[in-house]
């Protein structure tokens, strides 16, 4: 699996856009960008995955560089509820032994009133 | 009701006990996995089971064991626990096909062993 890079930390005013950046330089072909995120003692979360093109669900959307070497998670309108800790994972998606999600450190996002 | 649900959510017990935790599943998925997480060192890997039939070790097996019961339940035993087990653990699900990487997390029990 490619490497990911995420920055330790980052705040966000309530309401406004939170941008989490995430650097996979050595990403191949065929790996998708996911993002999870968990809050605090509770169970990662699954947001978004993309390969290549930008994606948007009700939570988040996903900006992916052409050169496919970093992305961005933006969500749109943080909340208190979303202060947590975001994991960018790249991974092949499908089955055969990708069993394993591997969570780095991530990035700890406080969303402050 | 949640999708994956653990029991207990918390217990404490100690140093030479059997521990088991359960886990059950009402997204119909055929993928569950146990992980273990500790402070600094993120979620590791316990056990795997692709099916009722199927059983996998992880990256940090030693000192535990799996039962798969059915399709929606997976459970996981400290056969005689020790205070390094003490951490939080996950209980997590995905689907066939293309949706194997999104998995699907439990609330989490938290262990404590004295």
């Known amino acids: 699996d490619a490497k990911t890079t995420q920055p330790p930390s980052m705040d966000c005013a309530e309401g406004r856009a939170a941008n989490l950046p995430c650097n996979h330089s050595t990403i191949s072909g065929n790996e998708y960008v996911y993002w999870y995120r968990q809050i605090h003692s509770q169970g990662p979360q699954y947001i978004i995955h993309?390969?290549?093109n930008n994606e948007t669900n009700e939570m988040a959307s996903l900006i992916i560089t052409e050169d496919r070497k970093s992305s961005t998670l933006i969500l749109p309108h943080a909340t208190l509820r979303d202060t947590a800790v975001y994991y960018c994972?790249?991974?092949?998606?499908?089955?055969?032994?990708?069993?394993?999600?591997?969570f780095g450190k991530g990035t700890l996002l406080t969303v402050n009133p | 009701d949640a999708d994956v649900t653990q029991t207990p959510r918390n217990r404490i017990t100690k140093t030479g006990k059997r521990i088991m935790l359960e886990c059950s599943q009402t997204?119909?998925?055929?993928?569950m996995y146990w992980y273990r997480q500790d402070p600094g060192l993120g979620l590791r890997l316990i056990y795997y089971?692709?099916?009722?039939?199927?059983?996998n070790k992880g990256e940090i097996s030693d000192g535990y064991s799996v039962s798969r019961q059915a399709q929606a339940k997976f459970s996981l035993s400290l056969e005689s626990a020790i205070p390094n087990q003490t951490a939080l653990y996950f209980c997590?699900?995905?689907?066939?096909?293309?949706?194997?990487?999104?998995?699907?997390f439990g609330p989490g029990t938290r262990l404590t062993v004295l």
């Open positions: 994972i790249v991974r092949v998606r499908g089955g055969g032994s990708n069993y394993k999600l591997t």
């Open positions: 997204k119909g998925h055929d993928r």
């Open positions: 997590a699900t995905s689907g066939r096909g293309r949706g194997y990487n999104e998995q699907f």
């Open positions: 993309g390969l290549k």
């Open positions: 089971s692709f099916d009722v039939k199927d059983i």
